[in-house]
């Protein structure tokens, strides 16, 4: 309870500050309704040569598209603006102040500060579900709703579990800078995984997990849950939260601080 009411303090003290400057706000949200025009016209553009891609009709395959955009928004508010500068607070020993807070500091590291103007990426999203399960004719039944929730709550804590990981390697090799690679594996997540060759579909589905980002959650939502994949994908989620606060604390005792 503590962490959900610093976490709501945390969010209401950024969103004040980013409604200040108005014009902000604008920006954001012409921004975010151009990236979601463009992927939603991207894949039309895709099925104006196929009815069918790796067994994704256009109506799933939009779902698809909504529930990545949904979880993008979860990584460009939340932990984006923490983890994209962490490297650098290890190299100057900026991350001290960080060790200082009577809170963990996985928490402050990952999930300390926001950018809530990006949470409006979400609304394109939606707007692009709703939209493909009308072209689907399809309304989901309340399990499906339910397991499509469940594995979207599994996505963003994988999401943000390899992010915090690929910042923890700062830890032991500060010079590195890996944000672009995962830019680049992160859009993969939003085409189905099926479409993709081996080794890569395994690679997408078990070493990289960005399947369960957005290509379990909508064939959950417009194919009916399927147990062996919530209940892999539930293990899933605490086995990168397990992991996650195990490669934290190692990396916290290779810190030296800025005055070591």
Known sequence: MRILRLSGLIFS?????????????????????????????????????????????????????????????????????????????????????LLLRPVSSLFSASLGSCAPLAITQALPGLI?????????????????????????????????????????????TPAIELDVLYSAFWQFGRYPSDIYRQPLRSLLTFILPIAFVATFPARTLTRGPDLPILLSGTALGLFAILLTHLAWQRGLRRYTSATS
């Open 13 to 97: 003290l950024s969103l004040r500050r980013e409604l200040t400057f108005r014009a902000n706000f604008l920006f954001q949200a012409m921004m975010t309704l151009i990236g979601g025009g463009s992927g939603w016209i991207a894949l039309s553009l895709i099925y104006t040569q196929t009815r069918s891609l790796a067994g994704w009709s256009q109506g799933e395959a939009g779902i698809l598209l909504g529930t990545f955009q949904l979880v993008s928004s979860f990584l460009a508010a939340f932990i984006e603006p923490n983890l994209s500068w962490f490297g650098g607070q290890i190299k100057d020993g900026k991350f001290d102040h």
């Open 128 to 172: 692009i579900i709703i939209i493909s399960l009308h072209q689907l004719s399809l309304v989901p039944s309340l399990w499906n709703w339910l397991g499509w929730l469940l594995l979207l709550v599994v996505g963003c804590t994988i999401t943000w579990a390899s992010r915090v990981l690929l910042a923890s390697l700062a830890f032991w």
